[in-house]
Structure formats: C-alpha cells, structure tokens
C-alpha cells in the first residue's frame, strides 16, 4: 500500500507533542489503579501490543483503527488531535510509513516520548538494494525489540508500575517467540517454495518461514506506489500462476484495483491458493491470535 500521506500542517497547528523521544515527559495522569500513561499509536496494531504491555496503566488512542479505513484519504479529527496533544508516549512506524505523526509532532512544542518502530528494529532504511520494507508489524524480532522498548518507556513514565510492565512484557515476549517457532515449523516443511505477492505488506513474514518471493519487483513496487503496473509486468505476474511457480498469493486485502484482481482471477483460475493479509489489525482481534491465524493460513495453503 503506498505510504500514508501526511496531513497539512495547517491543520496540525495546535499543542500537540513534538517529536523527542528523550524530552521531559507530561506527569501521568492519576486513576484509581495509580498512574495512566496517555498513549497515542499511529495504528491499532501497535495500539494492541502497548495494551499488552501497559494494561490497565494505559489509555491508548489508535489513529488508524479499523481496516475499512482508507489511510490514504486520513484527516486529523479534533479527537485524535486533542489526544496526540495530550499524548505523554507515541508510537509511530516510521520508515516512511505514517509520516502524518512526524507532521503533528513536528507542530508542537510539547514534547512526549516517541517511539519510532523503524528505528528500533535496527535495518537499514536505505539499503544500497532494493527498498526498505516499512511493514515491521510482521516481522517478529523486531516486535521483541519494540516490547523491550515500550517496557522501559512505560517504566519512566509510571515507575510505580515497572513490575506489571516487565512482567506483561514478558509473557508477551514468549508469545512473540511462539509465533517464530511456527515460523520454524514452516521452514522446516516449504523451505524453497515460490509465492506470490500483490504488495510486500507480509514478506517479512514470508521470508522467515523460508518462502521465496517470486514476484516481479516491478509489479508489487507499482502497487504499493499506487502507479499502474506496465503491461509485461502484469503479463509475467500471471505467468506465475499459469505455470504454477507459486504455491500461494499473499493478497492485500486493504488494496484493490484492476491489476491485482487480475491476479487474484488468474491465481483464482490457476487453483493457486489465496491468503488475504491486511495491515491493520481486523476488528475483534489481538495482535498475536491474528498473526497466528496469518500463519495457520500461509501453512494451510502450502499443504494443498
């Protein structure tokens, strides 16, 4: 899906929170189980596993909170606005992805802990190949890093409660873990197999469970970029299903045009089985149930 877009500074310009992850932080809010840490996420995603890790000691506002939203047309509103100004601790993805939180921040003189998901996964945001794949929620390791992280900003914001927090981020590490070790049951069993994709939303995922992606760069780079996809291009993306080189299609549910439902009819056509993948966390779920489910399906594909 291409990068969500930034919002116009014009309507930025309020007290909301600069960008500083080591600035003095707002007090914490009292409540009647102690300190509240007031939370803003720059998607429901990383607004779930905050929850995890905070638990009652945090009220958490997700700025993209369902997959029915299109992130491309996101305006503020005056609720998210008055929550970012109020925010003591945001998360944003970073890497390109949501700068629409760098611009808020970046309108303010109020300065809040920011945790910035692209930085704490420690890749390379330009690497000499190839793009950055800003789609971090998929990859597990670096889910770790960042409950790591959460855990210790948390902490300084409400010391009180450090104990809850390791202890939360604990659990939810070895449920992290959980999810590598299917990775690995996956490996171990289609190490080598060809899938396609419409966008690289799930390819870290993919790739950890040693499937090799054989889509053309230049078809999932249109469709993320949202440019139209050359006509060859498009013509050598079928042909991966007309010739069976793929034991599935990861589809991007969230993102739908002509060109990918070509592909998804010639993958349909072909008997290629379909994963739908979105990059929001669907409605009713948790973080780790829905990457397990991801994960059930990509094995329930590949086993025919």
Known sequence: MPRLLALPVAALVLGL????????????????????????????????????????AVAVTSIIDSPDLDPHEYTADARTQLAVSKAQLVIENGGGYDDFVTTMLSASTAKPRVV??????????EPAQGAFNEHLWYDFPTMVRLTDQLSQDLTALAPERAETFRANAAAFTTKLHGLELAEADLKAAHAGTGVAITEPVPLYLLDASGLVDKTPEAFSEAIEEGTDVAPAVLQQTVALFDGHQVGLLAYNEQTAGPQTEAVLKAAKDDDVPVVGVTETLPAGQDYVGWMQANLDAVGSALKG
């Open 17 to 56: 929170a600069a960008c500083s992850g080591s600035g003095s932080p707002a007090p914490a809010s009292s409540g009647s189980a102690g300190q509240t840490v007031a939370v803003v996420a720059s998607t429901n995603v990383y607004g779930d596993i905050v929850k995890d890790i905070g638990g009652d």
């Open 116 to 125: 910035n998901v692209a930085d704490v996964s420690g890749y390379d945001q």
